[in-house]
């Protein structure tokens, strides 16, 4: 297997077990792990990655742009969001992602939107105190 590059998105400290995890596979592939976060005081310290990025919050126009000039400058080939509430912003440009070569960790909109329905459905329910 070759070695790859991986950006963690929405990362704090409590990736630090995620990041042991791919530096430290049992197939012995190097892969470098970069972090990314919109507020540099939450990233996981800097000796746990190979690079660490304060981006663009995950609302603003240019979020995704700025996701793909660091995969391309730092050669990442495999997005990992590690917040919920990316998910469905990530979904949504996958194709845009995968035109320049990166590819996303994440479902496609379609089954995202049925979960977020159903989590909305099982918050009306539970607050009625209708649940199964």
Do not use: W
């Amino acid at each position: 297997m070759k070695n790859f590059n991986v950006l963690l998105t929405c990362c704090s400290i409590h990736v630090k077990e995620m990041i042991d995890c791919l530096k430290n596979n049992e197939d012995g592939v190097d892969i470098k792990v970069y972090v990314a976060n919109s507020v540099a005081a939450n990233l996981p310290p800097a000796e746990l990655s190979d690079g660490n990025f304060v981006v663009p919050p995950i609302s603003a126009p240019n979020y995704v742009e700025t996701l793909i000039s660091l995969c391309k400058e730092y050669d990442v080939s495999i997005i990992m969001p590690t917040a919920t509430l990316e998910l469905e912003i990530m979904a949504r440009a996958k194709d845009k992602f995968e035109q320049n070569g990166i590819l996303v960790s994440v479902s496609s909109i379609d089954s995202l939107l049925v979960v977020f329905q159903l989590l909305q459905l099982f918050a009306f329910l539970f607050q009625r105190s209708l649940f199964l």
